[in-house]
């Protein structure tokens, strides 16, 4: 038996020094190597970096967005993105940094022009160094975008630059039939308001609008169910809206009141000065409108949330503002995303009692903010509306829904979200225009209050940013 386990002993001892040998000279190779290459450290959060989203056409101009797929932060500082002309660059920003699951917008029309038949190419610093690309042969319509975020194939879908793809057109959910009458009335005379009326307000017996040349209209009933300026008080023409301090021209887009009526001031959104048109100025303006007799307004105070945002167009910032009590937040659990906790009121100083939540039409998102007297301003909440831009917010209290409008550019389409289980709001229902309202450029809408509900519906308003026909407001019906 000794005789036959030795040489089986010396096989195997033989085998392991050859093992050894092996490993040795692999390992002297891969030293050698090492020493030779630069570390691959950085190579795999280079490639977790990916073109996201495009946008070439629309409502915003030429972006491109980056999202981060791994699980690691990415310095991104002098990253080069190139369209298919080598000499065109557009280089990142020093001190950007994407997180896990992050994505940045960058707006690249000061360095080229993103075409119909063109490429978004990413570099490593220097340029030379290809991260992504992607090529296409027609426009966008509005986004070009990676579903899943990062790790898709790209296809049409509605803009959600600096938030989640939305997959599938129009957000992946087909439009109901609107909730209400198919018929659509002109609500005002001929011809006295022009072209952009957009946002709307209704309180009681009168209805606020917002008109982006700077302009806040009081408006009464006519008798006949529709609208007209109201003759005292200087509202004849509507009141001239001016920054504090009394300078520059609010390009008013949205109006809302708080809890405490018009006697709390009415809040405007603002997404520029049209003294400065070229420059974003997202803003939230507050006006006294209970008194004075004068044909202007000055602000008494602004918040600007320019800073805190990503970057849109001059002319694609704030386009809706709503507000919503706390009491209704915090009785559906609203999250503060600021906290990841409950929303917690308390934890502010005065601040008109809600939240406001700011839609904004390059992107379609919507945000909500609480607005501190003393002129602080926090972010509570992020929301990807699915469309590719929201010209109007509405809070319905008597059915706790949020309201979302888009324009002609989503052929008029209509959402309500509720807060879900989670504490954010979620998308509840997607409903068309009414059949007998044409594909206008509405940007604002407005219900009735629950004691207007006749035979089960209510009135609901639309200003039509474009005068169609000589008119501007437009009466409709919604199930109460």
């Known amino acids: 038996m000794l005789e036959i386990r030795a040489p089986r002993r010396r096989r195997r001892l033989a085998v392991f020094r050859r093992t ?75 001190g950007t940094t994407l997180a896990p699951g992050g994505v940045r917008a960058f707006d690249v029309s000061g360095a080229f022009g993103l075409g119909s038949g063109d490429k978004a190419r990413l570099y490593l610093p220097g340029g030379s160094t290809l991260v992504d690309s992607f090529t296409w042969s027609s426009h966008s319509a509005p986004s070009w975008s990676r579903c899943p975020d990062g790790t898709g194939a790209f296809g049409q879908a509605s803009l959600t630059l600096g938030a989640p793809n939305n997959c599938g057109s129009g957000g992946g ?36 609008g917002a008109q982006n040349s700077g302009r806040l209209w009081r408006l009464v009933r006519d008798g006949s169910g529709g609208w007209r300026p ?41 997404e520029r000065n049209g003294d400065a048109s070229g420059t974003s100025r997202l803003s939230v303006l507050r006006y006294d ?59 502010f100083g005065a601040h008109t009692g809600g939240v406001f939540f700011l839609g904004v039409e390059g992107t379609g998102t919507v945000y909500g903010y609480v607005l501190e007297d003393g002129g602080a301003a926090t972010r509570l909440a992020t929301i990807g509306s699915g469309m590719a831009g929201v010209m109007e917010l509405q809070w319905e209290p008597q059915a706790s829904r949020l309201w979302l409008v888009c324009d002609d550019t ?20 997607v409903h068309a225009r009414p059949t007998g309202m044409p594909n206008l450029n509405n940007e604002g809408f407005a219900l009735a209050a629950a004691d207007e509900c006749v035979g089960g519906t209510k009135p609901v308003y639309w200003a039509d940013d474009g005068n169609t026909g000589g008119h501007a407001i437009r009466r409709g019906s919604v199930a109460c």
């Open 230 to 270: 109201d003759t005292a008080n200087g509202w004849t023409s509507g009141k001239t809206l001016r920054f504090p301090g009394g300078t520059g021209a609010p390009d008013s887009e949205a109006v809302t009141l708080t809890g405490a009526g018009a006697t709390g001031g009415a809040y405007v959104a603002s």
């Open 289 to 347: 409108v209970a008194t004075g007799t004068g044909s202007a307004l000055t602000a008494t105070k602004e918040w600007n949330l320019t800073a805190g945002l990503p970057a849109v167009g001059s002319n694609a910032g704030f386009e809706a503002i709503t507000w919503v009590p706390d009491t209704a937040l915090t009785a559906a659990g609203f999250k503060d995303e600021s906290t990841g906790t409950a929303y917690d009121p308390g934890r």
């Open 410 to 429: 989503c052929s008029g389409q209509h959402r309500t979200m509720r807060i879900g289980a989670t504490g954010s709001f979620a998308l509840a229902a």
């Open 20 to 94: 050894l040998l092996r490993l040795a000279v692999a390992g002297s190779t891969m030293a050698a190597a090492a020493a030779m290459s630069p570390p691959a450290a950085h190579a795999a959060p280079a490639d977790d970096i990916r073109i996201n989203e495009v946008v070439t056409t629309g409502s915003v101009d030429d972006s491109v967005e980056l999202f981060n797929k791994g699980t690691a932060a990415v310095d991104i500082s002098g990253w080069i993105l190139k369209d298919d002309n080598n000499s065109s660059k557009f280089t990142v920003p020093s």
């Open 173 to 208: 959910t087909s439009p109901q039939a609107w909730p209400g009458g198919s018929t659509v009335a002109t609500a005002d005379a001929s011809d006295v308001f022009g072209p952009d009326l957009s946002g709307l307000y209704e309180e009681g017996s009168v209805l606020w």
